[in-house]
């Protein structure tokens, strides 16, 4: 039986994913939920807590190109966010999060060539990546601990940004 049921309020159904321990089937379902630029800040947030406090100078050089994106999302930033990236590796929280900026709108294809738009859904799963990257990739014995610190973060910015109706 699926966990989904349509009187469930969608802060509820988060609640109920963490209470059986699905961390990122939560991560998942806030990401595809918030806003882009939402989204990738708290990706963004989630790798930048995770990266310590000296960062390696790639995983460094991705989070402040994101961060400049998510300060102005504009065409030369989202492209400096994937740049980025690919030197982080997107197999890194990292790498995720600018790759979620450089998914965020735009074009895939390279400046000069005819626009390909991003799919809907990549930037949310960017973001799931990068909150999952960055809940598991260091001291995976504490990732329970930090799903549920990212989790509680995620649903804070989805109170700040009034995604849902108040429960009743």
Partial sequence: MGLVRPELHPLDFVALLMEK?????????????????EAVWWGWVCARRESGENPPPKIKAALDATERWIAQPNEENRRSAMAAAQQAELGTAAGCSGLAAFFSGGSL?????????????L???????????????REPDKAQEKFKSFVAQGVEVTNRVKLWEPKS
Avoid: N
């Fill in 109 to 121: 294809a390279p400046p000069e060539a005819p626009p390909v738009p991003p799919g809907e859904f």
């Fill in 123 to 137: 930037t949310a799963k960017a973001v799931s990546g990068a909150v999952i990257f960055a809940a598991v990739a």
């Fill in 21 to 37: 321990s699905l961390y990122p089937d939560a991560v998942r379902f806030i990401a595809h939920a918030l806003p882009k630029r």
